[in-house]
């Protein structure tokens, strides 16, 4: 079971310095900032999945890239591009997500076929159009239950659209391996799906439209497909992050995943954004008084004073190193950190969550180079070089356990063997 990381060019500046945060004058970003690939002496990936949408953009909808880096990547290819060593396979796919509300995908396979052959993308996924819906009761005949129109018709672009781009990558004798996209609403719409791309050659074929759906509703899609599904044919899930089954999901043919979420709960989550082995803890909020426009409104208006704001950031941030180095107690850290966060979020209260992770200090026992090298930043929710790290050290642990969890299933089915002959 492979896991491909989403790019959304997550790098991090190796010369930023965490006590007066600033970086090095002559960092160039493009040059300097690293991969998560590039930190740690285990790659918490086995590939990197890239989407056009954003190195290009789509109509209105701009890229992540600047319009330099578009033109290296478009120049040198991906794997150059990523300076990804040759064990890491590539993939790149069109960025549905980009054009979900857009009545139809804004690429043609023609343009998909071109990006992933110019750039030496190992693996290519056709264009797709995502349906925003499940009703599993549509497979049953008994209830009266109508499949929205819109569902069919994007089923059908998607399928539409596979079958030219197959039909290119075998004229053009593509090096890449084409993925068909299979979209649906309900375990027999995928089946269908399934069934059309096989037997329009694909024996890659990527589930897209899963990422809502709860794990028994991708099971149970997976089951429906298992009764068509050629003992050759390997399955991608698109954006599904479900550590704990992916050995279920291995049973029904499901050989890769990709996400992004490890990475993105470090920044975006409310509560989950440090993650250990058996739990995750919720980072200290710690927000740049100077970079805060709420605050800023608020000294502006007369209700903060700057002076006090300042202090409190200032205590805050000295007293968490001082915890680390083991200088101060716990009561008195979370004292500072609790003051300062009364200011700048005065509704919330994370005494509880707080407490737990200073007392616990995970990142004194992550072995991950982040941690070792940051100690107690790692744990501070407080601009990108900290948020991006954490988001790093997550894709570290959720690659270890996503490893342990295939070892105990490979044991498990080695056990079984033995008992049978
Ligand atoms: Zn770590």
Request: net charge neutral.
């Amino acid at each position: 079971m492979k896991f491909f990381f989403s790019d959304s060019q997550d790098t991090v500046d190796p010369t930023f310095d965490f006590k007066t945060e600033t970086r090095a004058e002559w960092r160039v970003r493009q040059r300097d900032d690293l991969y998560p690939h590039e930190i740690f002496g285990v790659t918490p990936y086995d590939g990197i999945l890239v989407s056009k949408a954003m190195v290009d953009g789509n109509g209105s909808n701009g890229g992540r890239y600047s319009l330099a880096q578009r033109q290296r990547f478009w120049r040198t290819g991906v794997r150059s591009f990523f300076r990804l060593g040759t064990s890491l396979e590539t993939m790149g796919d069109c960025g549905a997500f980009s054009y979900i509300r857009e009545e139809n995908p804004p690429l043609k396979p023609d343009e998909a076929v071109n990006f992933y052959e110019t750039c030496n993308f190992d693996l290519g996924i056709s264009v797709d159009h995502i349906i925003l819906g499940f009703k599993p009761e549509t497979d049953s005949d008994k209830e009266n239950c109508e499949v929205p129109k819109e569902w069919r018709r994007r089923q059908e672009i998607t399928l539409e659209l596979a079958r030219e781009f197959a039909r290119l990558c075998r004229s053009r004798k593509v090096r890449f391996i084409p993925l068909g996209v299979a979209q649906g609403w309900s375990p027999l719409s995928y089946t269908h799906a399934v069934d059309c791309l096989q037997s329009m050659g694909y024996q890659h074929i990527a589930l897209g439209g899963m990422v809502p759906l709860k794990t028994q509703s991708i099971l149970q899609c997976l089951e429906a497909i298992a009764n068509i599904r050629r003992s050759d044919t390997k399955l991608h899930l698109l954006g599904v992050t479900r550590c704990e089954h992916v050995t279920q999901f291995q049973r029904y043919g499901v050989v890769s995943f990709d996400s992004t979420s490890p990475l993105q709960q470090a920044f975006k989550d409310d509560k989950d954004n440090y993650y250990t082995m058996d739990r995750t803890y919720t980072a200290l909020r710690v927000p740049q008084a100077e970079g805060n426009p709420q605050l800023q409104a608020r000294i502006r208006s007369g209700e903060l004073q700057q002076e006090q704001v300042r202090r409190l950031e200032d205590n805050c941030l000295r007293t968490l190193e001082e915890y680390d180095q083991g200088k101060i107690s716990l009561e008195i850290v979370l004292e500072n950190v609790l003051a300062y966060e009364r200011i700048h979020h005065p509704k919330g209260d994370h005494t509880k969550a707080y407490r737990e992770v200073l007392q616990d200090r995970p990142w004194v026992n992550c072995p991950c180079e982040v941690c070792r090298n940051i100690g107690i930043q790692v744990i501070l929710f407080r601009g990108t070089e900290r948020n991006k790290r954490r988001g790093f050290h997550n894709l570290a642990i959720f690659y270890a356990q996503l490893q342990k969890e295939l070892a105990s299933s490979a044991l498990e089915t080695e056990r079984l063997n033995k008992v049978r002959t």
